[in-house]
């Protein structure tokens, strides 16, 4: 397979995708499934510039569009199973002692989290696959509550088909000029990672500041305690 070289730009994007492309020429499009495989273990590397690498593949000739298909969106039910695996064998007892543990976590988050995937698994898995991270991370509370294993390696399987087909689509159409589609899918993987890191950051600014808060409230009721006063209703 010929395409331009990326690393010379000396980006570890670059270094990426001409790793995948050499093992796609060794292997072929089992190179491209284990790659994605890979992206679902460990979210920084890039479904979005791996698929179209194997769509370019195979209009070069290099195997057929179906395998790529096919193998890439095996590779994103193995990794999704691992990391199910991975949720199973945590299980909601050890989760919650783990959670008691951590500073900033507590039992209830695991509970809410429980609750809320009890609700929205389904869907939760299914589109989840179009997510950044969230397309990884899904996987695991599934596994903690044992969500069917056939049910769940559906959701999967459809959701990564979709996404895998379009990405590997746009690489076999657009040729080289498949990096016009990837820089817009970046500012959209961007802005996803940048509002999970604010979230992140607000939990744990207001995680930080409730023992504070709860430590007021104990001694204003320790204080209203002892001269006898009663707090006002702010029902009033």
Request: charged share 15%; aromatic share 8%.
């Amino acid at each position: 397979m010929t395409t331009e070289s990326t690393a010379a730009d000396g980006s570890w994007l670059g270094w990426l995708i001409d790793a995948v492309v050499s093992l796609m020429d060794v292997i072929g499009p089992v190179g491209a499934g284990i790659a994605i495989a890979l992206e679902n273990l460990f979210p920084p590397l890039p479904s979005e510039a791996i698929l179209p690498m194997a769509g370019l593949a195979a209009h070069q000739g290099a195997f057929a569009l179906w395998e790529a298909i096919v193998w890439t969106t095996l590779g994103s039910l193995v990794g999704a199973m691992a990391l199910y695996g991975l949720g199973a064998w945590l299980g909601l007892t050890r989760l919650r002692r783990i959670a008691d543990r951590m500073p900033l976590i507590s039992v209830g988050d695991v509970d809410r989290t429980v609750a809320w995937f009890q609700r929205h698994g389904g869907k939760a898995v299914f589109l989840g696959r179009f997510i950044p991270i969230f397309r990884s991370l899904i996987s695991i509370p599934a596994g903690v509550l044992r969500m069917p294993l056939p049910r769940f390696a559906l959701l999967t399987v459809a959701g990564s088909l979709i996404w895998n087909t379009v990405f590997i689509l746009c690489g076999w159409f657009l040729g080289s000029g498949w990096h016009v589609v990837e820089q817009y899918v970046d500012v959209a993987q961007n802005v996803v990672i940048g509002a999970v890191a604010i979230a992140v950051t607000v939990f744990i600014v207001l995680r930080l500041r409730r023992p504070r808060t709860e430590r007021t409230a104990r001694h204003a009721s320790a204080s209203d305690a002892r001269t006898g006063e009663v707090p006002l209703s702010s029902e009033l």
